[in-house]
């Protein structure tokens, strides 16, 4: 290992929580710096606020072993040989990305570094629009830390690819590592710090410009978004096609290597705190130069609309859903994650609910916050079992493992009428109809 290595990590929300622990479990000295003091006392006491496999284990080891501390302090920075911005950056309201939290802290970290000279490399991690950290957060630094740079004071773009449910994993074994800088010597610090990191399992490190790393973020997720919008526009032609299925269309269109099987499960369309927020931003900031994104668009629009099959397939169904008990298996944004942001379930049960169903629902962590978002407009049950009891219809909505592993009996036997509608594809469809389950799934055309 180089020696002993200083880090601080400002922002400790998903994203800036797993590398801080990565960070602190690899051995080296973190500060985890936030300016929320109801979360600084939460983690100090090892208590996380959103559920993330395996993330609470690491938080509590690295703060007992003092490898992490945890502070809203951000003078305790001054020390360190990188400080990693990890804030959020919303959505303002006509679709742009909201920088202030990143400015704010690019601000806190110019004061720390004023007392001292230690050289320190600023990483901007968080997703900005290209040419945030060299209009943006360059300027701040330098004023607010009064450094010379490229002397002892260096800034490198550095996007994150980790995926919600998966943090920890993503963190140690990225696909890639993308840096960004105008200062070759920044570059090379920070590649060296991260080959210390993975060691042996170090992939790829792409060295570039600012500009071009933080696009790499806007333009992986917009593709990503796209190429699940693209399939659930196939998913929903396959549907009006007897005798396809959009799952086995997916599985023969992915095997060609240019196009390679994931990020297409068609479904009820995608969610969560990125794609909803950085495509919109992409399309603000395209606008902004004069090019007008109509891919861009027409995958947010398709998305937006993916969620009403659901209600349109319980109409084909039922007729009315006036009057009708309804069963909503799964509500955070995708399994392994209690998050609900932009997830496809609450405007859908909204929808439900207006159209006069009586709505059960169920999922395994994330009641707390749905009650949040829902409070008495629906049942909130405390198993799947309880769930679907006397409905007329069931919605699988995310699609947890405990819901993978459902059989059609479950549904037959609790069921008023046992009608499945299956918005991630994860029931095999025949053997549900032998077992007389009637089963409508996204992208499943009438048996032929
Ligand atoms: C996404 C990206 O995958 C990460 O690489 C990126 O770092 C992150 O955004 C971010 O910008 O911070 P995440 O939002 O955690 O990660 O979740 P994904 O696993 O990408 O899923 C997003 C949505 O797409 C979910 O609603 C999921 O259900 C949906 N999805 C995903 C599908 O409908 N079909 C698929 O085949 C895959």
């Known amino acids: 290992m180089i020696d002993l290595v200083r880090v601080s990590v400002f922002g400790l929300g998903p994203v800036g929580l797993a590398t801080a622990v990565c960070f602190a479990a690899k051995g080296y000295r973190v500060i985890g710096v936030d300016s929320d003091p109801q979360r600084v006392r939460q983690l100090k006491e090892g208590k996380l606020a959103f559920f993330e496999p395996g993330l609470k284990e690491l938080l509590k080891q690295s703060v007992r072993s003092k490898t992490l501390q945890v502070t809203e302090d951000y003078h305790l920075n001054a020390e360190s040989d990188f400080s990693f911005i990890c804030v959020g950056t919303p959505s303002n309201p006509d679709g742009s990305a909201n920088l202030n939290y990143v400015r704010s802290v690019a601000s806190e970290i110019g004061m720390s570094l004023r007392p001292n000279k230690k ?35 260096f800034l490198c773009s550095n996007p994150e690819f980790l995926r919600e449910g998966n943090a920890i994993h993503d963190t140690r074994m990225p696909d890639r590592i993308v840096i960004g800088s105008d200062e070759n010597s920044a570059i090379r610090m920070l590649e060296n710090f991260y080959l210390d990191f993975h060691g042996e399992s170090t992939r790829t490190i792409i060295k570039t410009t600012f500009e071009n790393a933080e696009f790499i973020k806007y333009a992986s997720n917009s593709f ?6 693209f399939i659930n526009c196939i998913a929903n032609i396959a549907q009006l096609t007897p005798g396809a299925d959009v799952r086995t269309i997916a ?20 969610g ?33 609309n993916q969620r009403q099959r659901a209600v349109e397939m319980c109409k084909e169904e039922m007729g009315t859903l006036m009057g009708k008990r309804l069963a909503v298996l799964g509500l955070s944004f995708k399994p392994d994650t209690d998050d609900l942001r932009e997830a496809v379930s609450i405007p859908l ?21 749905a009650r949040r978002m829902l409070g008495g407009t629906v049942r909130y049950s405390p198993t799947a079992e309880a769930c679907v009891k006397g409905t007329d219809c069931c919605i699988l909505v995310t699609e947890w493992g405990e819901f993978v592993k459902l059989q059609p009996s479950f549904f037959v036997k609790r069921m008023k009428r046992p009608l499945m509608i299956d918005g991630r594809r994860i029931y095999d469809a025949s053997k549900f109809r032998r077992a007389g389950v009637i089963i409508r799934g996204i992208g499943l055309g009438a048996s032929s």
């Not at 931003?281 to 937006?304: H, M, Q, R």
């Open 272 to 304: 969560g705190s990125c794609f909803p927020k950085d495509l919109k931003a992409l399309v603000s900031l395209s606008k902004s130069l004069g090019y007008d994104p109509k891919l861009i668009e027409a995958s947010i629009l398709t998305n937006l």
């Open 349 to 369: 049960i909204r929808k439900l609910i207006a159209e006069g169903g009586i709505v059960s629902v169920y999922d395994p962590v994330a009641m707390p916050n």
């Open 119 to 153: 050289r320190q490399v600023v990483v901007v991690k968080s997703t900005v629009i290209p040419g945030s950290a060299r209009r943006l957060v360059k300027p701040i630094l330098i004023r607010k830390s009064g450094r010379k740079y490229g002397k002892n004071l």
């Open 251 to 270: 599985t023969g269109i992915g095997l060609d290597q240019r196009i390679g099987p994931r990020f297409l499960n068609a479904g009820l369309g995608w």
């Open 224 to 229: 990503l978004a796209t190429k699940i919008s």
